[in-house]
């Protein structure tokens, strides 16, 4: 029991750090929003809030990988459209009220250990994407997998303003066909 209401805690900070922010996130809210009673704070989370805002950045991070975990030998546009398909059910799931927990951290934390933190989750999905890129034949898979996380950043807080999935839409549109095409993305043929 005790680890279902760890992971309810978790789950918990992950939603609320995504439609909330950082600091619209506290450990009462956690508590109501998840049923828990008040004991769990510091049972689960003695070194407070920061403990339990890296848990939560670890599971956002894990659970955007597990969204990619049978991509392998895919095609880079079946990859990319993966990836923005995780990202689109969240956007459409919350009625376009919440984002991505790890960039609402990144914004708002002054912490060095949380920014790390946050950089860490964002490397290990370039990187991830990175691999089943390459595996799937892009040319350029580092360059085009830091395009695609960060365009999918940039279109969810683009949809979340505008309270519509069109900015999304039409990102993902682009990343898919350009992957699908042998983007040029990455490529430097200047010379």
């Known amino acids: 029991m005790a680890g279902s209401v760890r ?21 009462a809210e956690v508590l109501q929003a998840t049923g828990t009673p008040r004991g769990s704070i510091y049972h689960h989370f003695p070194g407070g809030k920061d403990q339990l805002v890296e848990a939560a950045l670890d ?17 880079p546009d079946r990859v990319t459209e993966a990836y923005l398909g995780f990202w689109r059910s969240l956007l459409e799931e919350s009625d376009t009220t919440a984002g991505c927990a790890v960039l609402a951290v990144t914004v708002a934390t002054r912490s060095d250990e ?16 990175a691999e089943l890129l390459a595996l799937g034949g892009h040319p350029t898979p580092e360059a085009f997998a ?40 990455g490529r430097d043929d200047r010379r």
């Not at 920014?115 to 991830?128: D, E, G, I, K, L």
């Open 114 to 129: 949380m920014m790390a933190r946050t950089a860490a989750v964002f490397r290990s999905w370039r990187t991830r994407l």
């Open 146 to 185: 830091a395009t695609v996380v960060a365009a999918a950043e940039g279109a969810v807080i683009l949809s979340r303003a505008e309270r519509s999935l069109e900015p999304f839409d039409a990102v993902a549109a682009f990343l898919i066909a350009e992957a699908r095409d042998g983007t040029t993305i």
């Open 59 to 75: 599971s956002a991070g894990e659970d955007t990988l597990r969204a990619l975990a049978d991509l392998a030998g895919s095609g």
């Open 7 to 27: 992971e309810r805690m978790i789950d918990g900070a992950v939603r609320l750090l995504a439609r909330q922010g950082l600091q619209g996130t506290s450990f």
